[in-house]
């Protein structure tokens, strides 16, 4: 009986804390809710076959990837072309909500801006996407939906 109270008194407990953690994970300035049915605006710069300028748009991996996520969460993309530098610097002004540029988690970047979990590796080289920190709801969506295309993507990047 003593374990059976203690399990009711466990599992109420539980239900309590969960209801103080409305809309977790959080986004400071509401980044997922801002370009879910929305814009997501992209930074580019050329690292083929990573990212290939393009006329209108880039074309490449990352870009691919990209798009296929705006559709997911119904946002139109606003694409800006630049040096990777220049890009970085706009993210971490929050101007940017990605940055795609054939990066690797090895940058020196890191500790100014977030990246995604690697979504790729060449030749020892974990690719990931830079996005603005601690948008940890507009991370997490990202990154299920990388997760998501990873055999298709390892199928595409065999050499």
């Known amino acids: 009986m003593q374990t059976r109270l ?61 798009k296929a996520f705006a559709k997911s969460i119904n946002a139109s993309i606003q694409w800006q072309n630049d040096t990777e530098q220049n890009l970085l610097e706009e993210l971490e002004k929050r101007k940017l909500h990605v940055v795609i540029a054939g990066i690797t988690d090895d940058s020196p970047w890191k500790s100014k801006i977030s990246f995604t979990r690697p979504f790729a590796e060449v030749a020892k080289k974990k690719h990931v996407m830079a996005i603005v920190m601690g948008e940890n709801a507009f991370t997490i969506k990202l990154e299920t939906f990388l997760n998501q295309q990873k055999t298709a993507l390892e199928n595409r990047i065999r050499p």
Do not use: H, M, Q, R
Not at 33 to 47: A, D, F, I, M, R
């Open 6 to 66: 203690k399990s009711i008194f466990l599992l109420l407990y539980t239900l309590l804390f969960l209801a103080g953690c409305e809309n977790y994970p959080k986004d400071p300035e509401k980044t997922l809710e801002k370009v879910t049915n929305g814009t997501l605006v992209v930074g580019y710069s050329e690292n083929p076959p990573w990212v290939v300028k393009g006329a209108a748009e880039p074309a490449g991996i990352e870009p691919e990837l990209v």
